[in-house]
């Protein structure tokens, strides 16, 4: 029988190429013909190429401003919308109004795409209704971005000074950014639904700075707010050591200690001080205090539904190409579901930053609340344009 095709069989001893099969049994093998020798020496050879492709980012920024005036990129850009490597050249101008791009497939030298205008009238930059799934995610993206860094430059950088119910204030919201910038890193790779889960935590926290945050011109009510937030992390945190320790895990006994005897430096602070401990609202009735409701449900909707209802499912399975193909479990989101959670991350994340900013006294507080004004335009925008593209027919996956 002929040999492999990409192997080769040689003789163990003289190195003889010999016309016989790989996976040929011992006692089936031949003696060599050169030498009689019936040992072998296998050879696969393996051949690969990789294509380097390349690119270049560059921000032009102020002293002391954050954001960039120009931003530039140019070289290879994967393009979901047409599921290959393109060439792209961007420049956004925002000292001169100007937006500039161009996208061209590397193997034909065909332009796909082409903008050149005003960065005013640019969709994704105020206005999004008619722009379509590819560019909305990709401006969503920026502005996921771009919120990240309005927080990281915002935020204190110590807590050194700060009151106790400063500090707690600064740890939730610290909380509240890693968890967004959790969402941000899931919606980089599609995962809208892994996200969805991330998001209530995500109100839930932001619910509790705005609690704080109400009562910032009231030193006693927020020390008393602060003392029956600690108050109930403790009450919450007990349960779960005693389940730990009743299924046998020794280290759960020193925490319910460690528990016990802040419970107990809590409850006397608060007899000090004539504070008395409850539990703390609920996170709807917290946010619909400021008009927010809908916001806290959206957000529950958005967690429960990837996990009972036919909402997620549908997300999650869809049907193979025939009866009898197999049902698809498809890891990536839909372009317009990944753009809707982070239009609701966003808007929860920024009033978070009003809430830091009114309990620290940031200096940027005026700043933060127009920027937040603009960030619910931009995703009243955004939920505008989805909505038309399911109005329209569209399957909302463009990007």
Partial sequence: MAADAGRRTLCGECAAVLDERSDLAVEQRRPCPSCG?????????????????????????????????????????????????????????????????????????????????????????????????????????????????????????????????????????????????????LLRERLAEEARMLS???????????????????????????????????????????????????????????????????????????????????????LASLGQKNLYYWHVRASQSIHSSRVGFSARFRPGATAESAILIPLESQSDEVARVGAMAVQAFSLAMIAAADLLGWESRAELIEYRDRVVRLSADLFAAIKDTRDEGGEGDLG
């Fill in 37 to 185: 020798s019936l040992a072998r020496r296998f050879e696969l050879e393996l051949a690969g190429s990789v294509d380097l492709r390349s690119a270049l980012g560059l921000k032009a920024r102020h002293e002391g401003d954050s954001r960039p005036f120009v931003e530039h990129f140019s070289g290879a850009d994967f393009s979901t919308r047409w599921r290959r490597w393109m060439d792209k050249v961007r420049r956004i101008d925002r000292a001169n109004d100007r937006y500039d791009e161009v996208v061209t497939d590397p193997q034909t030298g065909e332009v796909m795409h082409e903008t050149h205008e005003p960065l005013s009238q640019h969709r994704g930059h105020g206005s999004v209704r008619s722009q379509s799934g590819s560019s909305r995610l990709t401006a969503f993206h920026a502005l996921l971005d771009d919120v990240a860094a309005r927080a990281q430059s915002a935020r204190p950088r110590t807590s050194e000074g700060l009151t106790d119910a400063q500090t707690l204030a600064l740890g939730l919201f610290v909380a509240t950014f890693e968890v967004f910038l959790g969402v941000r890193a």
């Fill in 200 to 286: 209530r935590t995500l109100l839930d926290d932001t619910a509790r700075l705005v609690w704080l945050a109400q009562v910032r011109n009231d030193p006693n009510e927020l020390d008393a707010r602060a003392l029956r937030f600690v108050f109930g992390s403790l009450e919450y945190e007990g349960p779960l050591m005693r389940a730990a320790r009743d299924n046998g895990y020794e280290w759960a006994e020193e925490e319910l200690e460690r528990i016990a005897g802040e419970l107990e430096f809590v409850r006397a602070e608060a007899r000090s001080k004539g504070i008395a401990l409850k539990r703390m609202p609920k996170p709807v009735d917290l």
